[in-house]
């Protein structure tokens, strides 16, 4: 079983929609958790940072972590054809800074 | 505020050539942090470096692949010998001491191996 899953897509859905991207995971140890967006042939751009269980909400942006379920997800309010882009989550056990692992990530496409 | 800078962008070597990949982190960042991320894979963690120090290479390819983060100047990940499988793109992060787990990444480099 990999350690962080995420469903590759593509997801597309129509301009205005609210959108849901979700990822599982295994490790319990992992504490801290960010959601990145990545576009084609750039670097991922920090989107979303929540430690431990709970929601945080930025503007459109609302992520949501379960630990209970090892479960985190990311919604997108009024989705615009500029959201379209690949998103990451990612993981870290904390303690110090370390290396983060992520998911594959979800290829999202808004329709005009 | 400059973000993450990487140099080049974009890399070409033939097979046994050495490779070496810049990375200047964002201003007040003392961490920093090299990724690969080849075709249709996830991003890999490979080291974690601050001045002078290598925290943590648990990531790193045990041959061929080495990182330095000098008290002056950008990180370098080095590859020596390249080889094809050693096509991917390399990014950079860096954070801060006050948020550590926060990290900001660079437009990354991409290798290609002829």
């Known amino acids: 079983q990999k350690e962080v899953e995420q469903d590759p897509g593509p997801l597309s859905v129509p301009e205005g929609a609210i959108v849901s991207l979700n990822c599982t995971y295994s490790?319990?140890?992992?504490?801290?958790f960010m959601w990145y967006r990545q576009y084609s042939r750039k670097g991922p751009e920090l989107l979303m940072y929540?430690?431990?269980?709970g929601n945080k909400e930025d503007g459109r942006f609302t992520a949501q972590v379960d630990k209970s379920s090892k479960y985190i997800s990311l919604f997108i309010r009024d989705s615009q054809p500029s959201d379209s882009a690949t998103y990451l989550c990612?993981?870290?056990?904390?303690?110090?800074?370390?290396?983060?692992?992520f998911g594959k990530g979800t290829h999202l496409i808004i329709q005009p | 505020n400059a973000g993450v800078m990487q140099n080049p962008r974009h890399l070409v070597r033939r097979r046994g050539q050495e490779a070496r990949l810049r990375c200047s982190p964002m201003?007040?960042?003392?961490?920093v942090y090299w990724y690969r991320q080849l075709p249709e894979e996830g991003l890999k963690f490979m080291v974690y470096?601050?001045?002078?120090?290598?925290?943590?290479e648990s990531g790193m390819p045990k041959e061929r692949f080495s990182a330095e983060f000098p008290k002056e100047g950008p990180s370098i990940l080095r590859i020596q010998q390249v080889v094809r499988g050693d096509s991917a793109a390399y990014f950079c992060?860096?954070?801060?001491?006050?948020?550590?787990?926060?990290?900001?990444f660079g437009p990354g480099t991409r290798l290609l191996v002829l």
């Open positions: 992060a860096s954070s801060p001491d006050y948020l550590q787990e926060t990290q900001y």
């Open positions: 490790n319990s140890a992992f504490q801290y």
């Open positions: 929540t430690y431990s269980s």
């Open positions: 990612a993981m870290s056990e904390g303690g110090g800074a370390d290396g983060l692992t």
């Open positions: 201003k007040g960042h003392s961490h």
């Open positions: 470096l601050q001045k002078e120090n290598i925290i943590d």
